[in-house]
């Protein structure tokens, strides 16, 4: 899906828009994308409607095991959210329109604010496997954004500024909460590559040159095209690979996910902490 004009975006928007608007009338606030292996956090929600995405008109599918694929309509630390539960990556074919259409969706229905998270490799020596980083600032290696193409005025301008794509005052919320809670979080950048595979020792040393503290291949899409309609943003990342180029390990699915499950209740009580205080 790539829309040659403005309209062709705003008539499947606006399908995908009243379809949900027809089967709930819950206004979330709060636009949460889980990441892989990291599904606890939708637990936690107090639901009170859901989605398959293939029922809603235009939506992706998911295709990673690992993904559910579905829109879970709730309640989060006292907050109206909207949670995606399952992610669409580059790698899996879709288009970089495809993947930001969820988020723009997300915006026309109320939601405000993006909370996100993912999995990725540490490439700062710091960081170890299971801990979480607070993305402050990210690198966009995709080779393409959500933002080629025909702009919708409506949704924001042409050339939108990235000078703080992470809400400085959702920074500093975080940490405090980190803090008051005894959990170590780290604070870094991002790295968005397509994958699939993962890295080679010479990409990994490279990357770390460039000023990264970690790699993974998702997240920029979705902030970038939630900061190109205004919206605040809190991305959460979890190390589940140290990709230390002279004393690199082989890395698979089963310890990517393993990875995930030893970050994911610091995350979950990270981001729950938060919106209990926004
Ligand atoms: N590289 C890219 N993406 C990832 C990695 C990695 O090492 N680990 C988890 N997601």
Redesign the pocket.
């Known amino acids: 899906m790539k829309y040659d004009t403005v309209e062709e975006f705003r008539q499947k928007r606006d399908e995908a828009v009243n379809f949900i608007k027809d089967q709930t009338d819950f206004d979330p606030e709060y636009l949460v994308i889980l990441g892989t292996g990291l599904g606890q956090l939708a637990d936690e929600i107090e639901e009170e409607h859901a989605i398959p995405y293939d029922q809603i008109p235009h939506f992706p599918v998911s295709t990673v095991e690992s993904h559910a694929g579905r829109l879970l309509f709730g309640t989060l630390g006292g907050k109206k959210v909207v949670a995606m539960q399952g992610r669409f990556h580059y790698y899996e074919g879709y288009t970089m329109q495809q993947i930001a259409f969820p988020v723009r969706v997300a915006k026309f229905i109320g939601a405000q604010t993006l909370v996100v998270s993912n999995?990725?490799?540490g490439l700062n020596p710091n960081f170890r496997r299971g801990d979480i980083m607070l993305i402050n600032d990210h690198i966009n290696f995709l080779g393409d954004n959500p933002l080629i193409g025909p702009n919708d005025e409506e949704l924001g301008p042409r050339f939108p500024d990235m000078s703080e794509p992470y809400t400085e005052r959702l920074l500093e919320l975080a940490e405090n909460v980190a803090l008051e809670n005894s959990i170590k979080m780290h604070k870094g950048v991002y790295l968005a590559?397509s994958?699939p595979m993962?890295?080679t020792k010479a990409e990994y040393r490279y990357m770390r040159q460039l000023g990264a503290d970690v790699?993974?291949?998702s997240t920029v899409p979705e902030v970038i095209s939630a900061v190109h309609m205004g919206m605040d943003v809190l991305g959460i990342s979890v190390i589940?690979?140290e990709?230390f180029p002279d004393a690199l390990e082989p890395?698979n699915i089963e310890d990517?996910l393993a990875g995930a499950a030893m970050a994911e209740p610091k995350m979950t009580q990270v981001i729950i902490r938060v919106l209990e205080r926004l």
């Open positions: 999995a990725c490799g590559v994958g993962l890295e790699v993974g291949m589940t690979d990709c890395v990517v």
